[in-house]
């Protein structure tokens, strides 16, 4: 411990309001010089500006996040820890999280991805799990696009580069392409562990005395102020931000990730971070102030890779592959051997001290001393306005087409599965290894990716989801739906949802119409999770995604795991045989609004989003889970972007099998076809189980109707869609592969 | 249970050489153990695998760095002395840049990582890997790759086709050579290939990560189960049995 009554380096003469150019405001540097109970340092203002920044400490977002329902019978660990955790049972649980980078995306695609992707990967086994499957969400403007292309190409390498090398599987995601996404992608990762109950580490330092252990890479230079980038809309000084971006290293990321599961197994750690946004500042801050004490770190022992580094840009670097570990002092030498082993570094840079501060020192040298409560925690939140925007009466009330006269709905049906935001994304997680580890029980490409539980009966699906279009028509109710079809996602796997994560992309929430938004998506959001039931374990707001003032839709994605007891009920997409029945679970209604339809053949992206009813989403998935648990059902598929008809296609595609399936009456062909009602599943089974489902339908009081049968190698819907399977098929595949070959 | 004893070989960056030691071990209840890439003397064991992975990051080139870890001259001696050596993937392209098999990997033709699943058709299933294949028998296995791409001279590919060296091509489902068929360009749809003394052999398609049905396909646990076959059914037999005649008849397919 150092003796008491040290000065504090203070190289004074800062030009005034600095703090401008570091992004804090008049009022939060108040609140900093009232904590401190003097004028700050360069260093502690840049650790308050990075720590303080939006991207790390959620300050225009806290309180409207209180309102996710984040506990339930499995929740071990919810939001708040550097990821979720839930029990699945025989002793094991799931840790789950999902982040953005989508401003590094933007400058860096390969680089900006792969590194999003390393930190989710680092946030998974920082709770002692070792990562099982890796999921994304991406958006992208319009193909046709060159710089488009360029992006969209470098993200999936990027994602690619880096959790292919890690060895974690990529077993699921999405991608859609949107005008307002153009200059701003979205780049949303994810990643799921599996941990023992028993082994899971926290962040929470423990232990006076006990030693702060800096794991993997050297510091160096890169992502200095990368949080802050993070937090600012994209202009025409964004390319310039390129430094800001790290470079990602997955080699290393193994390698780190491979001694920590190590050291956590051997129980030789006490507490385990990540090092992510905002460095070392972030991660030491909260880890003290998690565990109510203090951190001592001097910057001399840490080991850097850049020359004559500045003490704050040792604080605040970005660099990857680093953790943070608290440990006691004699399991130092025995931790060192592990990493020696694994080939990288492990420097004890500080210590657990019982002051509640976080004090940086340069050997004898005090150089910051801050509350650590007080940076972790105590940002001044702020108080948004909101404002409902003018453009949602115009959209509303925007005279929709009657679709009486639509002509050719067979050439209209190819187009819908030949559109880039329907069609097969081979393409895509073609380059993302989908089977390392020997889990992956459901390849991408159906309603939800499915990895079993060596050892067990059980299996788990996942599943990323989101419509922008649907939020920014009606943020409520696009944030219900997000939840209801990831949800319904899994049941069609015959997964019983039971834990969700969530990015929250939305542009500057300091206009009242943005803010609006996300107030209103998270009601919908938290609505439709306490209906079904599903608890929020972990979740990241990324806001500013906005390109010369023009914000993104509102776009959230959530991300959700479902337990399948037994395997053996995991479920598939196609048709299986000749002859089976086709059976719609729910009902259609004239939801046209924001659908794929209108966009592509009206260019309108108007109305109201489909209408959801919370209840019978609900039923539905009961009365599937249930038929599926009894073997009835041979096939089942969500309906959604494109409506019954892509469904039935694309079961028709993937089963490489015909149908024949009757249309409605009540409703125009077009809505019968297209119509992106919510609470549909597709299903298929053998003509003699029938009755039985149909007693489960009733007990549930979910619509249950035979609309067709499967069969020969075309599918005919009603009189107006005559197509082959091979012709469906090729347009469905040959869109993004022709696009990219560009 | 069976005496034969495999070892995995873990570089840094290996990531499949958990997936092979579960086939091994908990699919066919084989005795197997991890050995570290330091080691340079490993005792006790009678088949090694180099699993897949990124070595070393893959930095340099694949397979580059790894063939100068410690444990390779024992693999090398191992080899020389007629130990059973499979390669996978990136231990494939190990077992390349250490000379054990002759060759080289270039990038995918596509220029981009393929994960899929494919069809290889056995050429040859006189070796200790493909024993338990018929003739012109075609598995169902998945690749996932940058560097697939396989390439020789054209003398040693006519001297490797002569000597039964070229094992697995990728086909169609039906067992036909085709270009349509071939993910990453490789020369004549190479996609295994032994040394002349058959005791060796690397493949790009992973066996291990398609050994149960529910997987998808439980091809690959042909491979595993030819050495232990091989390896139960007495002495090592280095080169011995018939010489294999390359059927040159299915080059046709190719240009088809």
């Not at chain 1, 770190?297 to 943070?324: A, C, K, N, T, Y």
């Not at chain 1, 492990?346 to 050997?363: H, K, P, S, W, Y």
């Not at chain 1, 959604?640 to 694309?650: F, I, R």
């Not at chain 2, 067992?175 to 190479?190: F, M, S």
Request: aromatic share 8%.
């Amino acid at each position: 411990m150092r003796k008491a009554g040290r000065m504090i380096l203070m190289p004074e003469n800062l030009p005034p309001k600095i703090y401008q150019d570091l992004g804090l405001t008049d009022y939060e540097y108040e609140r900093i010089v009232s904590i401190l109970g003097r004028q700050p340092n360069y260093l502690e203002l840049s650790m308050f500006s990075v720590r303080w920044s939006e991207h790390c400490s959620y300050k225009s977002s806290q309180k409207a996040l209180r309102d996710f329902p984040t506990e339930g019978k499995r929740v071990i660990q919810g939001p708040g820890e550097n990821a979720g955790i839930f029990s699945i049972g025989n002793g094991l649980a799931i840790a789950m999280k999902i982040e953005s980078h989508n401003h590094p995306s933007a400058v860096e695609p390969y680089q900006g991805a792969a590194t999003g992707v390393g930190g989710i990967i680092r946030d998974i086994f920082a709770m002692g799990a070792r990562p099982i499957a890796n999921l994304n969400s991406l958006r992208f403007g319009p193909l046709d696009r060159p710089k488009v292309r360029y992006l969209l190409e470098g993200v999936v390498a990027g994602i690619g580069g880096y959790s292919n090398c890690v060895g974690i599987p990529t077993i699921g995601g999405e991608v859609y392409f949107e005008d307002c996404y153009e200059a701003n992608p979205l780049v949303n990762a994810m990643c799921v562990g599996l941990v023992k109950t028993d082994t899971i580490i926290k962040s929470g330092a423990r232990g006076i005395g006990n030693k702060l252990i800096l794991i993997g890479s050297a510091t160096g230079r890169d992502g200095i102020h990368g949080a802050t980038f993070a937090s600012d809309e994209l202009d025409e000084s964004s390319e310039e931000r390129r430094p800001s971006v790290q470079v990602g290293d997955p080699f290393t990321e193994k390698l780190v990730m491979e001694a920590c599961l190590e050291l956590v197994e051997r129980g030789l750690l006490v507490s385990l971070q990540d090092l992510g946004a905002a460095g070392l500042t972030s991660s030491s801050s909260e880890m003290a102030a998690k565990g109510g004490v203090g951190l001592e770190i001097d910057i001399s022992r840490v080991p850097l890779r850049g020359e004559g580094m500045q003490p704050f840009e040792i604080m605040i670097s970005e660099s990857q592959e680093r953790m943070l570990a608290v440990a006691e002092p004699d399991k130092v030498e025995e931790i060192t051997k592990v990493c020696d082993r694994w080939g990288i570094r492990a420097a004890v840079i500080g210590q657990v001290t019982e002051d509640g501060i976080l004090r940086v020192v340069n050997e004898s040298q005090t150089l910051a001393e801050i509350p650590a409560r007080a940076l972790s925690q105590e940002v001044p939140l702020r108080n948004l306005e909101v404002r409902r925007p003018a453009y949602l009466d115009n959209l509303h009330h925007y005279p929709l087409p009657s679709l009486e006269s639509e002509k050719d709905l067979s050439q209209h049906m190819l187009e819908l599965l030949a559109s880039p935001n329907l069609c097969s994304r081979q393409w895509v997680y073609r380059q993302y290894d989908q089977l390392v580890e020997t889990n992956t029980i459901g390849l991408p490409g159906a309603d939800a990716g499915v990895v079993r539980i060596k050892g067990t009966h059980k299996a788990l699906a996942f599943k990323i989801d989101g419509n922008g279009r649907y939020c920014y028509l009606d943020p409520f109710a696009g944030g219900q739906i997000a939840v209801a079809e990831a949800a319904r996602n899994l049941v069609c796997r015959g997964a019983q949802p039971v834990a969700m994560t969530d990015c929250l992309n939305f542009g500057n929430p300091e206009k009242p119409e943005i803010y609006w938004q996300f107030v209103e998506c998270m009601r919908g959001m938290s609505q439709a999770c306490r209906v079904l039931g599903i608890p929020v374990v972990s979740g990241n707001v990324s806001f500013y995604n906005e390109n010369f003032g023009e914000p993104i839709y509102p776009t959230p994605t959530v991300g959700m795991a479902g337990l399948i007891e037994d395997m053996r009920w995991c479920t598939t997409p196609e048709f299986k045989d000749e002859g089976d029945l086709v059976v719609l679970l729910g009902e259609t209604h004239q939801d046209m609004g924001g659908s794929e339809y209108l966009k592509l053949f009206h260019d309108l992206i108007a109305g109201q989003p489909p209408a959801l009813d919370l209840d019978l989403e609900k039923r539905v998935h009961l009365c599937c889970l249930e038929a599926i648990r009894a073997g009835l059902l041979r096939s089942a598929h969500d309906c959604s972007e494109g409506g019954l008809a892509v469904a039935v296609a694309e079961s028709c595609i993937l089963g490489g099998l015909g149908a024949t399936v009757n249309i409605q009456e009540e409703h125009k062909q077009t809505v019968a076809l297209f119509s992106e009602s919510q609470s549909r599943i597709v299903v298929s089974l053998k003509e003699e189980d029938l009755l039985h489902l149909e007693e489960i339908g009733r007990r549930h009081k979910v619509p249950v109707k035979v609309i067709g049968m499967v069969g020969g190698d075309r599918l005919t819907m009603g009189k107006v869609i005559h197509l082959t399977v091979t012709e469906m098929k090729k347009v469905w595949e040959d869109t993004l592969e022709s696009i990219m070959r560009i | 249970m069976s005496k034969v004893r495999f070892g995995v070989i873990v570089f840094p960056g290996s990531n499949c050489d958990r997936d092979c030691y579960y086939v091994l071990k908990d699919l066919l209840q084989v005795k197997v153990d991890y050995i570290w890439h330091q080691e340079e003397k490993p005792k006790g064991f009678d088949c090694l695998i180099l699993p897949g992975g990124f070595s070393y990051g893959d930095y340099l080139r694949c397979g580059a760095i790894a063939r100068f870890s410690p444990v390779m001259e024992f693999v090398q001696d191992f080899a020389e002395q007629g130990g059973l050596v499979l390669g996978i993937c990136n231990g494939f392209q190990i077992l390349l840049e250490c000379g054990l098999l002759p060759g080289a990997m270039l990038r995918n033709q596509g220029l981009k990582f393929v994960c899929q699943f494919i069809y290889v058709r056995v050429d040859n299933n006189q070796i200790p890997f493909t024993g338990a294949a018929q003739p012109g028998q075609v598995l169902q296995l998945p690749v996932k790759h940058n560097e697939g791409n396989y390439y020789v001279e054209e003398e040693t590919l006519k001297e490797m086709k002569r000597r039964g060296q070229i094992v697995l091509r990728y086909s169609t489902k039906e067992g036909v050579v085709t270009r349509e068929a071939n993910p990453n360009g490789a020369l004549d749809n190479i996609a295994g290939i032994c040394n002349e003394r058959k005791n060796v052999f690397g493949l790009m398609p992973h066996p291990e990560n398609s050994s149960e049905p529910i997987l998808g396909s439980q091809d690959g646990l042909l491979i595993f189960k030819s050495m232990l076959q091989y390896m139960e059914d007495g002495e090592f037999r280095y080169g011995g049995g018939e010489e294999f005649r390359y059927e040159e008849g299915r080059e046709d397919d190719l240009d088809a």
